[in-house]
């Protein structure tokens, strides 16, 4: 009720109850009991307006209420809110009773959000510019070894194949011992790395960075074969011929240096003898290239005491091992480990750097309105001293040190 009329009743009511009051006090001292006629007639028309006064604010309630429930009906519900309201009405009563096994009752799609839904654009859309894509390798293999670059389809290079070695002291007036080496000249081939696909002209010219998400994203799956192949080639054309095949293996003979002398051997134990066998080839390990669980297992062990040994392995962010830097690839089989000083032992020549090219003019793509996206580049890779690697699996070289 509107706070003034309220005001305006309440003075009314307040006038009428004196004057009920006074006419009640004259009443009581009239020997008849009569009432002036003036009291009464002022009485009748206080209440008369106060009657009046009252009904005009109840009539404005009414208006409201009904204004209310109108402006509810047209309003859109959930599903949800005209579930509970068809349950509160008893819609499923019968049931819970025991009178009934079914029960139906319809919600009136009119009634519903979900029949009255927006069409079209109604609000504004935020559209971002860029393609959303799982990171290719932070680390390429290519950045860890020397790169060139030539224009031939070979590469050949002489290489020392064997030495007898026939130096030593020698007394005043005796002839010195003989030595000898063999050179070979050793050839690789450039292979050919690269994919291609096929999109249409409407998905080039209509979705905003396809261009450049083709030029970043294609080329990343590329160098991840090129990983592949700079590791595990098998030296079989068109494959290249891989650190972990040409690279020595982890000695695990009995003349190793650890060979059954490390209690209760893991895999920090496996890389550090590995740097040492590179040490006794007299090479200085530049790398270590670990697959991603295996730098995480390391990391996780504890000595006797439980204590963690990640502070030999870590300082700051970047990993090492007697100063040496871990390399994490995924193209690195779980379980295996390659150390090596590879700015002596390889290098991966570039005959075509990786590129991105787009044409039509691929079979029937101008007819079918198509465009082919060729990614390629031609490369070889060649290793030239293998002992400046040293690789094997964890397994293995673990049984081989560990005390029996």
């Known amino acids: 009720m509107n706070e003034e009329v309220k005001k305006h009743l309440d003075k009314i009511g307040d006038i009428v109850d004196a004057k009920i009051e006074k006419a009640f006090g004259q009443s009581q001292d009239n020997a008849k009991g009569e009432i002036e006629s003036s009291l009464k007639s002022e009485i009748s028309n206080l209440t008369n307006e106060f009657v009046a006064k009252n009904k005009e604010a109840n009539d404005r309630i009414d208006a409201i209420e009904m204004a209310s429930k109108k402006f509810a009906s047209n309003q859109p519900t959930t599903f949800k809110g005209a579930l509970d309201k068809a349950i509160n009405e008893g819609a499923i009563d019968s049931i819970i009773k025991g009178n009934a096994n079914a029960s139906r009752f319809e919600i009136k799609a009119g009634d519903m959000t979900m029949a009255n839904s927006y069409t079209g654009v109604v609000a504004q859309e935020t559209v971002l510019p860029t393609i959303k894509f799982d990171p290719s390798r932070a680390t390429h293999i290519r950045q860890l070894i020397p790169n060139g670059s030539t224009d031939s389809q070979t590469i050949r ?42 999109i249409t002209e409407e998905m ?96 996780l062990l504890k000595s006797t005491a439980n204590e963690y040994l990640k502070q030999q392995i870590f300082s700051g962010l970047q990993p090492t091992i007697m100063g ?61 001293l293998p002992n400046a690697i040293v690789q094997g699996t964890f397994s293995t070289a673990k049984t081989s040190m560990e005390t029996p």
């Open 204 to 299: 080039l010219a209509d979705t905003p960075q396809l261009s450049s998400y083709l030029s970043a994203r294609v080329p990343g799956k590329i160098l991840s074969i090129e990983d592949n192949e700079i590791l595990n080639g098998d030296g079989s054309s068109p494959n290249l011929d891989g650190l972990f095949t040409d690279g020595a293996a982890f000695d695990t003979s009995s003349s190793a240096v650890f060979y059954q002398s490390v209690e209760s051997a893991n895999e920090y134990d496996v890389l550090v003898a590995a740097l040492n066998q590179l040490s006794l080839a007299n090479y200085q390990g530049d790398s270590i290239i670990l697959n991603p669980t295996d730098l995480h297992k390391i990391t």
């Open 157 to 198: 290079y002489p290489k020392e194949s064997a030495y007898d070695d026939g130096g030593a002291a020698t007394a005043q007036g005796s002839t010195l011992g003989a030595s000898d080496f063999d050179i070979t000249a050793t050839s690789v081939n450039v292979e050919k790395i690269g994919t291609f696909m096929r």
């Open 324 to 384: 040496i830097p871990i390399v994490v690839n995924t193209a690195v089989t779980s379980g295996k480990f390659l150390v090596g000083n590879l700015a002596q032992a390889t290098q991966l020549w570039i005959r075509e750097n990786l590129a991105v090219e787009f044409s039509r003019d691929d079979s029937t793509n101008f007819r079918d309105g198509f465009v082919t996206v060729r990614v390629q580049e031609r490369v070889a890779l060649t290793n030239y």
